[in-house]
């Protein structure tokens, strides 16, 4: 164990083209080799970078982990070898198609770094870029820090075979990640993300084609004073920007905004970017839609790789937008809106000047908020029959507002290549999607993109607060009267810890109950049950199989009972976490706190009964309690981050719905 890890250390040490990173490691191995009082230390460091056959996977969001040395962490070596599988897969790809149309690709990049071990986005960018382009292949590194929605826009916009989004999103400060979209604009899927993943790991794809490093050097030293010395493209970046922001302009989302009466003071905004890069993309978003103004808050409108004010920046964790709220009170303004670092997810909260409260809306109420609110101003009217996904752990309020006014709902995968895939499907099939959008605060308006984009979403929940505040009403108060229009729908999501993954297994056989799944739980009656292991069953289908994908390595098993409650259950695919969802949903006029008294009771006899958490030395987060990850109450705030894949490894490769 310990001449292998020292042997794999030295190797990468050669291959490494950071010098920083590279004499790291060579420190280590000297200490290791020369004996004395570091050497057991150094050793064990070497041993747990450099593990046995194991490295940093590649995933159905790319690549994400810590930035640090290693076939585990983000660094020069590892990107370098990422690109260069990608880039033999493209080849591969077009040789195996007969295609003559030439390779494309788009690189963006935000603002994360490690100073200590001269690592960055933009470093990561630009040698994704010298990849491509020692293979051939045409790639456009877009000028200075982007959001992702810009990056995932630039594929399609310019006919790209392949984008590249570096960005670890709401991660913490020390990460970093690699994201990639397809030519569809789409976040990759299977088979290509396992194809690519086996591609990266060939011999020949591991040692650098070429000396990169020195290359880099060059391009620094003859354009020391330009972005990226040279290497990107400032005019293109430009007319994509345009592009995406024209692209909204013709959506049908820009509805303008009437002015209030003399009596009704219109909204005012705090906006925070998290320390990330959306304060200018927020701001030509307000200015696309014609709202006046927002007051960015200051702390926090920089990119900042420290994260020097939130060391959680994602609007779902709970204090996240203490800072925001905070400012917004003393500037009077009623409204914050919160994108994460780059961009892609939007938060919201709205005062309460009657009680002096805040309300945090969760995803899912976001998401309520804005499939009505474009139902009623494009949908209704709308030539093109109207579609609307959400992703399956997301509330079923959706599904109840398309029955009821007509309009086509479908629900998918959790994670969104999931929705925008479907999306883009149904389009083909002649529907306008209006809405995709996952519980984790991730929305896609008006088909912009096939992705989450809290750039246009931002427009979109502001015009709404405007039309709102105008009739003196609020989002808070607008949201009840949907309640009341569709029924309450309560929900309690949560988490039990689990660190093995054998326990998951055990409690997914048992809820199959040997293939004659339960059809009561506690006192309560089971309608049907879909599981989305291998090889799947759905009692509702006529056929018993799922329409959804199935997948023995990341299952999902969904119960519906007969009084309108939806219990699911999945294994986080980032972390040592078994997931639930549950939600009732009431009846319209049925008082919310009659129907979360039920809902309640529902869930402690589902939990008990189902999972048996002492039985399974299922961990709770805090005492005698699970976590809840959303409580949808009255002044609901989401305090954890919910993870967009269900597999039963965890690994360092997804994020959400990333």
């Known amino acids: 164990m310990a001449s292998d890890a020292l042997l794999h250390a030295k190797e990468w040490s050669l291959n490494d083209p950071n010098p920083v990173t590279a004499a790291y490691v060579k420190a280590l191995i000297t200490k290791a080799e020369n ?97 491509f382009e020692s293979k051939g292949i045409t790639c456009t590194l877009l ?32 990460d970093d990640g690699y994201k990639v979209y397809w030519k569809d604009g789409c976040q990759i899927r299977p088979p290509v993300d396992a194809e690519i993943a086996s591609a990266i790991i060939k011999k020949e794809n591991l040692v650098p084609w070429v000396d990169y490093g020195e290359q880099l050097r060059t391009f620094e030293k003859a354009n020391s004073g330009g972005e990226c010395y040279g290497l990107s493209d400032p005019e293109q970046t430009r007319l994509i920007e345009d592009a995406y922001y024209q692209a909204i302009q013709d959506s ?87 994108n994460d670092p780059d961009a892609d997810r939007l938060g919201v909260a709205e005062f309460n000047k009657v009680d002096g409260k805040w309300t945090v809306f969760t995803g899912d109420q976001i998401g309520s908020l804005l499939g009505h609110w474009l139902w009623e101003t494009i949908g209704k009217n709308s030539e093109q029959p109207v579609a609307m996904c959400a992703s399956t752990v997301s509330s079923k309020i959706l599904s109840a507002m398309g029955q009821t006014e007509g309009f086509l ?112 739980v506690g006192t309560y009656e089971v309608d049907s049950v879909r599981d989305l292991g291998s090889p799947g069953y759905d009692s509702q289908a006529a056929d018993k199989k799922p329409t959804l994908p199935t997948s023995s390595s990341s299952p999902m098993i969904t119960f519906r009972f007969k009084n309108g409650c939806v219990a699911q259950f999945r294994a986080s695919g980032t972390e040592p976490k078994f997931k639930y969802y549950i939600e009732l949903r009431g009846q319209p006029g049925e008082n919310r706190e009659e129907v979360s008294k039920r809902l309640d009771a529902m869930v402690k006899v589902i939990l008990e009964e189902l999972l048996h958490p002492s039985e399974n030395g299922l961990i709770t987060p805090s005492s005698g309690q699970a976590c809840h990850l959303n409580r949808m109450s009255q002044h609901p705030s989401r305090s954890l981050n919910g993870a967009s894949g269900n597999g039963l490894h965890w690994t360092l490769t997804e994020n959400g719905s990333e």
């Open 35 to 131: 004996g004395g009082d570091q050497a057991a230390a150094s050793l064990q460091e070497l041993q747990c970078i450099f593990p046995t056959n194991k490295r940093i996977g590649f995933g159905t969001a790319g690549l994400r982990s810590s930035m640090s040395p290693g076939p585990l962490g983000m660094n020069d070596l590892v990107v370098i070898q990422t690109a260069q599988g990608l880039a033999s897969y493209l080849l591969r790809c077009r040789q195996q198609s007969k295609d003559t149309n030439p390779i494309t690709a788009v690189v963006g990049y935000d603002h994360r770094a490690h100073s200590a071990f001269s690592l960055s986005s933009k470093q990561f960018a630009m040698y994704t870029k010298l990849v």
């Open 409 to 520: 709902f479908e629900e998918t995968l959790t994670g969104f290549k999931w929705i925008g895939s479907r999306a883009l499907s149904l389009q083909t099939e002649g529907y306008r999607v209006l809405l995709g959008y996952e519980e984790a605060i991730g929305f896609s308006c008006g088909g912009i993109i096939p992705d989450k984009d809290g750039i246009s979403a931002l427009g979109v929940i502001a015009t709404m607060a405007h039309a709102f505040y105008a009739k003196g009403k609020t989002l808070t108060s607008h949201l009840q009267e949907i309640y009341l229009l569709y029924g309450e729908f309560c929900s309690d999501n949560g988490y039990f810890r689990c660190d093995d993954p054998a326990i998951v297994k055990k409690i997914m056989e048992q809820m199959r109950n040997g293939g004659k799944y339960f059809d009561r």
């Open 143 to 174: 000028d200075g820090y982007v959001a992702t929605p810009i990056l995932a826009f630039a594929v399609g916009n310019i006919g790209a075979s392949v984008g590249i989004m570096v960005t670890a999103s709401h991660n913490p400060k020390q």
């Open 252 to 338: 049908g989302l820009v509805a303008g905004i009437d002015g209030t009466s003399d009596c009704q003071k219109p909204p005012s905004f705090a906006y925070t970017a998290m320390h990330g890069v959306g304060l200018p993309y927020a701001k030509r978003s307000f200015s696309t839609f014609g709202l006046p103004p927002f007051l960015p808050v200051p702390s926090q409108q920089h990119p900042d790789a420290n994260f020097t004010t939130v060391p959680f920046p994602n609007p779902e964790e709970k204090g996240a937008l203490d800072e925001a709220m905070a400012f917004a009170r003393e500037n009077g303004c009623d409204i914050v809106l919160a």
